[in-house]
């Protein structure tokens, strides 16, 4: 018996029926899921059509099976490229008419970037996104991570010129990285076709159909809107009723009256058949994001992914993928607990798929996976290369903010003794997110443990809450009245005022010649941080020139929802291109910046970028990238961390750091160093040497840093 015709188990339910009648067949025009032109046009929007196509074009081919790839490969990917630059393409001030692409595409953007040392671009996600409201577009939800298509949105440029951009960054010796959005949608012609219950469509997401007789259960959907999202009381009843999992780990995104759960429903929609239809959808993220299901009979949402990256690697010819919201691929029921939604086994089997087959055609992947150290391992021994830092991002923000590295070296050791090797993560500074301080691995996973910071005992979610006051405290409200909380998750910021919000500088308005100076010292301790372990280096726009925060008055329409991101999300003009310009092409606000643009800044060898190219000279000459971190030892001053890492070459390598403002000095000691002579990577000066016990003497200037190797004694 169908689903249609009873409930689970048999319950009876009070009964709300629609009219089941079909009606008139509509206009020719009609977006409606009875016009079988509009059907059609939706298939040929579609990305599982455009999927299957790319599908049946390569099978077959010889090229498929001349590569190995069921084992990642972080060191080969680091070697490939060890140093990023991550764009984002709402914010990049062009040439009047040039596009996002075209500007990312330039000569001499490339030379720019090959005198500091990026190797790699990561484009941010280009692609259509958004949805369809019948035949019209409606815009993204999300700065296009909401993909519909797997055509270059034409707002960003073409696919000719994504195509000559990794020509250029292949002559100059660079890859470009892409993006694919394993995790969702948008609500584009697949989401509309699920909707109208066409083929294989309702297979790609997480859908139910609730038959009539149970919409006593749904909410209204107000006119003009085509969903709403399910209250709590709305889910566990659904849930009791036996239609959805229900409550899942998390809500992320958490807004009261915007969404309080993981659920949401559609209006009485008619199919393709003319029968009257209400879903009920998940979606992990915003409401225009519906979930895409790994495991249905269909295996259309697998399908769909595995296409969008195919066309990336081999149509456009990029060299690796970005996988994002990849951490949330399996659901499952958990009787009497919330629904299975983090590190469940399906996420890890379909990141393997994921990652085999972009090793397969000779890529490398790497995930943005804000879960528990554990997971993160989990899923790097088997699915992408590489996987997004959201290990020590939040920890040495909390460093600088404190001057005290304690809770930066206790979370490096308890990746250490899971196991996760800091070779395998992309080390970031800013992004387009905010600063993330949900401490997944401590608030949730690890929420029972016991951990010990500043001599007190914590449990894992006490920490994780001390640590946020902590930043709180730090870098908003009085402390720094330009960053903004965002929602639950962290702080609207740039680096820059980050540092600034440190350093007791509230008006961004009134800074002198000596403050952009100290926030730029800090800003490069960030970068050694970063750059000076194993691992990639990442950094964008907004650190390359120095961005400072919106003011939300420039943004307010953006940030009416909640989303105080845009504040940090400024246009940036890289070469000081369009200097009369005061928004990017795509509208978004220039950000005030204090560096200048790149050709100025490596005109200067004083300037953050000129400053930024001589360390990773050093990074690069010496191997770091590849290393393997070994020890995390004691210090004697709050402000100090000290990184012992061994090289591929078996030399050891020091990194040692003075998150403080004032001068420190003291004594190290390490089981993993042996004795020799301690020689500064930088100069090639002799600093000193380790003892035969084992350690050594350090001074460091305020926001100092030194890369030392020990040259063992003969």
């Not at 050791?413 to 997110?433: I, K, W, Y």
Request: glycine share 10%; charged share 20%.
């Amino acid at each position: 018996m169908s689903t249609d015709q009873q409930l689970p188990g048999g319950r009876p339910r009070a009964q709300r029926r629609p009219d089941a009648d079909a009606g008139p067949v509509p206009p020719p025009f009609e977006a409606d899921g009875r016009n079988p032109a509009y059907v059609s046009w939706l298939e040929q929007q579609s990305m599982l059509h455009d999927a299957t196509v790319i599908a049946r074009q390569l099978s077959g081919n010889p090229a498929m099976w001349s590569r190995p790839y069921a084992q990642p490969n972080p060191r080969a990917a680091v070697s490939k490229a060890s140093v990023w630059f991550t764009a984002y393409p709402l914010s990049l001030v062009t040439k009047p008419g040039q596009s996002f692409l075209g500007a990312l595409g330039s000569p001499e953007l490339w030379e720019a970037f090959e005198a500091i040392g990026v190797e790699a671009l990561h484009t941010g996600p280009l692609k259509l996104a958004g949805g369809l409201s019948g035949w019209e577009p409606t815009p993204s939800v999300d700065g296009n991570f909401d993909r519909i298509s797997m055509q270059i949105d034409p707002a960003f440029g073409t696919e000719d010129e994504f195509r000559d951009l990794c020509a250029t960054a292949a002559r100059a010796g660079g890859t470009i990285i892409d993006d694919i959005v394993p995790g969702h949608t948008g609500k584009g012609a697949d989401f509309r076709l699920a909707e109208l219950n066409h083929l294989d469509y309702p297979g790609i997401y997480h859908m139910v159909a609730i038959p009539p007789q149970a919409w006593d259960l749904l909410p209204d959907v107000p006119p003009g809107r085509d969903s709403v999202n399910l209250s709590p009381a709305d889910e566990r009843r659904l849930a009791e009723a036996g239609y959805i999992i229900g409550e899942l780990q998390r809500v992320i995104f958490f807004e009261p009256g915007v969404k309080e759960t993981n659920w949401s429903v559609t209006p009485p929609i008619h199919d393709y058949k003319g029968k009257l239809r209400r879903w009920v959808y998940l979606h992990y993220f915003k409401e225009g994001q519906p979930s895409i299901n790994w495991l249905d009979p269909t295996f259309a949402g697998m399908r769909l992914v595995m296409g969008d990256g195919l066309h990336s690697l081999l149509d456009l010819g990029s060299g690796g993928l970005r996988l994002d919201a990849n951490g949330f691929l399996g659901i499952e029921k958990s009787p009497g607990e919330p629904g299975w939604s983090e590190g469940h086994p399906l996420s890890q089997a379909a990141n393997q798929l994921i990652g085999s087959m972009v090793r397969k055609v000779g890529g490398f992947t790497f995930q943005e996976l804000n879960l528990a150290i554990d997971d993160i391992r989990n899923t790097s021994a088997v699915g992408p290369d590489l996987s997004y830092d959201f290990v020590t991002r939040p920890a040495y923000q909390v460093a600088l903010c404190t001057g005290d590295t304690e809770f930066l070296r206790l979370t490096l050791r308890e990746a250490l003794a899971l196991g996760l090797d800091q070779a395998s993560l992309v080390h970031a500074l800013q992004n387009h997110d905010e600063l993330t301080y949900e401490l997944v691995h401590f608030a949730a996973s690890h929420a029972d443990d016991p951990y010990l910071l500043g001599g007190v005992e914590y449990t894992g979610s006490g920490l994780a809450e001390h640590v946020r006051q902590s930043l709180r405290d730090s870098l908003t409200g009085q402390a720094g009245p330009y960053n903004a909380l965002f929602v639950q998750n962290g702080i609207a910021c740039t680096t820059a005022s980050v540092i600034a919000a440190t350093l007791g500088l509230t008006d961004l308005s009134v800074l002198t010649t000596a403050d952009v100076r100290r926030i730029t010292q800090a800003h490069l301790l960030l970068c050694m941080f970063n750059a000076w372990q194993p691992g990639v280096f990442a950094l964008s726009g907004w650190d390359l020139v120095g961005a400072l925060p919106l003011d939300r008055s420039a943004v307010a329409d953006l940030i009416s929802t909640g989303d105080t991101r845009w504040i940090e999300r400024g246009a940036y003009d890289l070469l000081g291109s369009a200097p009369e310009a005061t928004a990017s092409a795509s509208g978004m606000p220039l950000a005030p910046a204090l560096y200048g643009s790149l050709p100025d800044q490596l005109a200067d060898p004083t300037s953050f970028a000129s400053r930024l190219a001589g360390l990773l000279r050093v990074r690069a000459q010496h191997g770091i990238a590849t290393g393997t971190l070994l020890d995390v030892p004691e210090v004697p001053a709050a402000g100090l961390l000290v990184m012992v890492n061994r090289l591929e070459s078996g030399t050891v390598q020091v990194t040692a750091l003075n998150f403080g403002p004032a001068e420190v000095s003291g004594r190290v000691d390490s089981a993993h160093l042996p004795a020799g002579s301690l020689v500064d990577l930088t100069t090639g000066d002799t600093l000193g040497s380790v003892d035969s016990l084992g350690g050594f003497t350090v001074t460091l200037p305020g926001f100092g840093g030194l890369a030392l190797v020990v040259s063992p004694r003969a």
